[in-house]
């Protein structure tokens, strides 16, 4: 089976996210005011897996090898057909 | 005697580096391209700055997933010395060579200009040719130099004498106007290995081991190891 895989890395809670921060100042030169901003970073890729959960350990797997530094990253997978 | 510099796609400060060591260490030193892997071993191995796989997903994260890491992970454990500079800073975390990571600059851009570092650590084989609180003056060039660390992470390294340098005013004094890219407690040298065997710094050493480059200050570093490594065999 294929399945679509969506990788969502983003930044702890806490984590100072310097561009989010950038970001939201140049919205605010802009006129948009906004009570909080953060960054994230989404990867689509497709793979070929017996089953969604075999699909989303695998994608699990490459979060943990190189898409996110455990540090300062957390991560969601979301798997659809 | 015989130390290393591993080069990756897109390191640039590969040459600079192997200069500072045969020129002016007059160290004999392989110019070792990262897929040839290492074919024998070495008594010191540099990770270069530059940017390596053009800093994509996170500076040093696939330079850090190529194999030659794991003959470099393999000379951390035998207790050989390994330095990463800058984006070998970077790379090292990556792979796990110290705690904590390096990631964007609390004001995100990039800054060059030269910094002062505290010395925190005198005895390690990186450190030895300084003394505790020497002020040195060296330069920076990065955009991931913020180092970042859990505070427990941070207590351990504080407790372990594992920092080797924090960035601090000229009079030495560490206060956060001195530290330029927002680092956990200022610190932006790190010791790791069982023996203290491994550093990163995102300061640039090599840029500052000849006078004529304005200091001369970072050559210390160089010599440090290469006493280390005599005093061994």
Redesign the interface.
């Known amino acids: 089976m294929k399945y679509d895989v969506t990788i969502t890395i983003a930044l702890k809670e806490g984590?100072?996210d310097?561009?989010a921060?950038?970001i939201r100042h140049a919205l605010a030169n802009l006129g948009f005011e906004t009570e909080a901003l953060r960054t994230a970073r989404l990867f689509r890729l497709t793979l070929d897996a017996p089953s969604a959960e075999d699909a989303a350990a695998e994608a699990e797997k490459m979060c943990e090898?190189?898409?996110a530094?455990p540090?300062?990253h957390h991560y969601t997978v979301e798997v659809a057909e | 005697m015989r130390f290393a510099v591993v080069q990756f796609g897109g390191s640039n400060c590969d040459r600079d580096t192997l200069y500072v060591l045969e020129e002016v260490c007059g160290v004999d030193t392989d110019l070792v391209w990262y897929k040839d892997g290492l074919q024998r071993n070495y008594d010191g191995i540099v990770l270069p700055g530059g940017f390596s796989y053009g800093d994509y997903l996170r500076a040093g994260a696939i330079a850090a997933r190529t194999p030659v890491m794991q003959d470099i992970l393999r000379h951390a454990r035998e207790g050989r010395l390994i330095l990463g500079i800058c984006n070998g800073a970077q790379i090292g975390s990556e792979a796990g060579l110290i705690p904590g990571t390096f990631t964007l600059n609390a004001y995100p851009k990039f800054i060059s200009r030269h910094v002062y570092l505290r010395v925190e650590n005198d005895t390690s084989p990186f450190t030895a040719g300084y003394r505790k609180g020497d002020v040195i003056r060296v330069p920076i060039a990065h955009k991931e130099g913020r180092y970042v660390a859990a505070p427990d992470v941070v207590d351990r390294l504080n407790r372990e004498d594992r920092i080797a340098f924090r960035f601090c005013d000229e009079n030495g004094a560490v206060t956060p106007e001195s530290n330029p890219n927002g680092s956990t407690e200022n610190i932006t040298g790190v010791l790791g290995g069982d023996m203290c065997n491994v550093m990163v710094m995102m300061p640039h050493p090599e840029r500052a081991s000849e006078s004529a480059l304005g200091s001369d200050a970072g050559i210390r570093i160089f010599t440090s190891m290469i006493a280390h490594v005599e005093q061994q065999k």
Do not use: G, W
């Open positions: 984590m100072l310097p561009e921060r950038a090898r190189l898409l530094n540090v300062i």
